[in-house]
């Protein structure tokens, strides 16, 4: 007797949609040891610094191989505290409102499990990061996405979210700067945004991990806004600004009760994030601003490069105020997103994401990761210029 084994798969996880990201990656993996130039996937090329491994290598020496508390390493805690205290204006308390988390996307996991009842309705600007509108998804929440524009260089609105809201509405999810569009708000833009929360007693989860690579302006976080703190929760990691994707840890602040919620599900599903890397990011944290700043530099080196360049192809792309994305606009060449992205890596070797793969107010868009070396974005620049002139 024969057995469908999709049987047993839950409905709304069989009906869940692979990362648009990976499906098209497939692609570029068949091409291996084709001098493909990615500008796909979100990871720093920059090796995670000496002092850090170094110090992840003393904790192996000194047999640091246990599990922590279920909120972290105390030491780490009272760390993060600081940190968050001195770059973002927001005081926490390490016994008791920080959680130390695999990685700032377990986080937005757990904090979606922690306070979404079925049904809940969750607000999300897009473009945005793949996993948010699944992750609603997989709670039984429903999403609700709201529009951002490059004509306003992909900032979210308090006037967007206005037309988007809809009764029964319980949580807004930020992130800012932006993955895929760099996009960010200013001090003014965000007051707005508090002022609707506050109306509309929403709950707002803000992701945070790009702060560091604010090019232009200064990162202001929602937390630290007159009214703020009490109902959000602040999201970040070491992945982008420290170079550390492969270390898994981030971290989650906020009013005690809700970050005991969230422990709650951590406890049970991943009881505590790596001692290994919870060492390393002790260390990043401090003695790692250095290294920050050295990255940051070159990033906005590469962006001013991307962006001129994409803009002289034909390619109109507005000027990400952070993050390591550009997301140029490629309409002009007669082919959709995907299209795009398909042609040019059979024709010129260089990868790109669709932009609908970050929702459907991506399209006419691609994500161009400026995370690698300048002279290969140079060379992918090349490329791409010549692909597009082919294209007239």
């Known amino acids: 007797m024969s057995t469908d084994p999709n049987k047993w798969v839950a409905g709304h996880v069989a009906t869940l949609p692979k990362s648009g990201i990976r499906d098209f990656f497939d692609l570029v993996a068949k091409m291996k040891g084709q001098d493909v130039i990615s500008l796909g996937v979100g990871e720093p090329d920059f090796v995670t610094p000496w002092r850090v491994r170094e110090a992840a290598i003393y904790a192996l020496e000194q047999g640091k191989t246990y599990y922590t508390?279920?909120?972290?390493?105390?030491?780490?805690?009272?760390?993060?505290?600081?940190?968050?205290?001195?770059?973002?204006?927001?005081?926490?308390?390490?016994?008791?409102?920080?959680?130390?988390?695999?990685?700032?996307?377990?986080?937005?996991?757990?904090?979606?499990?922690?306070?979404c009842n079925p049904g809940d309705k969750v607000m999300f600007h897009q473009p945005c990061y793949v996993s948010y509108h699944p992750s609603v998804t997989l709670v039984h929440g429903t999403g609700i996405a709201v529009p951002t524009y490059a004509k306003d260089n992909f900032a979210l609105t308090a006037e967007a979210l206005r037309a988007a809201w809809q009764p029964g509405a319980k949580i807004l999810m930020l992130n800012l700067p932006c993955n895929p569009t760099g996009g960010t708000c200013t001090r003014e833009q965000l007051e707005k945004i508090a002022e609707f929360c506050r109306e509309k007693d929403l709950l707002v989860l803000s992701d945070e991990i790009y702060s560091e690579l604010t090019f232009d302006g200064v990162h202001t976080s929602i937390a630290s806004l007159p009214g703020m703190a009490e109902r959000t929760v602040f999201l970040h990691g070491f992945s982008k600004a420290f170079a550390m994707t492969g270390w898994r840890i981030g971290y989650a602040c906020g009013p005690a009760v809700l970050v005991d919620a969230m422990m709650k599900v951590h406890q049970y599903s991943m009881m505590c994030a790596s001692i290994i890397s919870q060492e390393a990011a002790l260390e990043a944290l401090t003695h790692g601003w250095d290294?920050?700043?050295?990255?940051?530099?070159?990033?906005?080196?590469?962006?001013?490069?991307?962006?001129?360049?994409?803009?002289?192809?034909?390619?109109?792309?507005?000027?990400?105020?952070?993050?390591?994305?550009?997301?140029?606009?490629?309409?002009?060449?007669?082919?959709?997103?995907?299209?795009?992205?398909?042609?040019?890596?059979?024709?010129?070797?260089?990868?790109?994401?669709?932009?609908?793969?970050?929702?459907?107010?991506?399209?006419?868009?691609?994500?161009?990761?400026?995370?690698?070396?300048?002279?290969?974005?140079?060379?992918a620049c090349d490329r791409m210029e010549r692909f597009v002139g082919a294209k007239r």
């Not at 927001?90 to 996307?105: C, K, M, N």
């Not at 952070?322 to 299209?339: C, I, R, W």
């Open 69 to 115: 508390a279920n909120l972290g390493l105390l030491e780490l805690r009272r760390a993060i505290s600081k940190y968050v205290a001195e770059h973002f204006g927001v005081e926490y308390r390490p016994d008791d409102q920080v959680l130390v988390t695999v990685g700032v996307s377990e986080a937005v996991d757990l904090a979606f499990r922690a306070f």
């Open 291 to 379: 290294d920050v700043c050295r990255m940051r530099e070159q990033y906005h080196r590469r962006r001013d490069l991307v962006v001129r360049r994409f803009n002289e192809i034909g390619l109109k792309c507005h000027s990400p105020r952070g993050s390591f994305y550009a997301f140029p606009n490629v309409t002009a060449t007669g082919l959709d997103e995907k299209q795009f992205a398909v042609e040019l890596l059979e024709k010129e070797k260089v990868a790109v994401v669709p932009g609908q793969a970050f929702g459907e107010n991506g399209a006419g868009h691609v994500r161009a990761c400026f995370a690698t070396s300048y002279e290969q974005l140079i060379d």
